[in-house]
């Protein structure tokens, strides 16, 4: 069964670091373009990174450029994102989400003083 | 950037009855291969979005053939033929042809 499981997210305060994790299983996690995609409380769909399938190339949503850094360990099957420097702003569910059409439940970050 | 702008916000249908939802884009979505990426998403009540169509019209597995999606260049829709209860939720465009960009979202319920 495919599967995406976020991990890492939590409360945490205006200026701190947390790292996002996202586990594939259940298809060929290697051939996919992976994305972080996040929405704020009672907001819509925001996309925020994109990483190709081999790590070549990675884009960012201007918002989080120079904050956010999104890889992946596909010897591990594993997607994560690097989130430094967080605002109120990037209160969220984050969600990972493989080429758009395999999604996980997604993970809260919640950044308040 | 690419805006993507959805019509109407709210979406009252009876059941049984049709429905349509607008997506118009700032910019073409024809992208340098020929293809448009333009995608439809539902979001149900606390649920994860799912994607139903891709590249303006293509379902994606295991969507009903109720839902059907049409449009080119900047104007798109996403049409179900006949809503039923399990359609209510809240609809995102997506354009991928210039990064990413959604739409605000339409939010679809029985009246």
């Known amino acids: 069964q495919v599967h995406l499981v976020e991990s890492g997210g939590g409360v945490v305060q205006p200026g701190s670091s947390l790292r996002l994790s996202c586990a594939a299983s259940?298809?060929?996690?290697?051939?996919?373009?992976m994305h972080w995609v996040r929405q704020a409380p009672g907001k819509g769909l925001e996309w925020v990174a994109l990483?190709?399938?081999?790590?070549?190339?990675?884009y960012y949503v201007d918002s989080v450029k120079g904050r956010f850094t999104i890889s992946r360990d596909n010897s591990k099957n594993t997607l994560y994102l690097q989130m430094n420097s967080l605002r109120a702003e990037d209160t969220a569910v984050y969600y990972c989400?493989?080429?758009?059409?395999?999604w996980g439940q997604g993970t809260v970050v919640t950044v308040s003083s | 950037d690419v805006v993507m702008t959805q019509s109407p916000l709210s979406l009252p249908v009876t059941l049984g009855q049709p429905a349509s939802i607008s997506c118009r884009s700032s910019?073409?979505?024809?992208?340098?291969?020929?293809?448009?990426?333009l995608s439809w998403f539902q979001q149900r009540p606390g649920q994860s979005p799912r994607r139903l169509i891709y590249?303006?019209?293509s379902r994606d597995s295991g969507v009903p053939d109720r839902f059907s999606g049409s449009g080119s260049g900047t104007d798109f829709t996403l049409e179900i033929s006949r809503v039923e209860a399990e359609d209510v939720g809240i609809y995102y465009c997506?354009?991928?042809?210039?990064?990413?960009?959604f739409g605000q979202g339409t939010k679809l319920e029985i009246k």
């Open positions: 989400a493989g080429n758009f059409d395999i």
């Open positions: 259940g298809f060929t996690f290697s051939n996919y373009g």
């Open positions: 990483i190709r399938h081999d790590g070549s190339n990675k």
């Open positions: 910019q073409s979505l024809v992208y340098s291969d020929g293809n448009t990426y």
């Open positions: 590249r303006v019209s």
């Open positions: 997506m354009q991928g042809t210039h990064l990413y960009t």
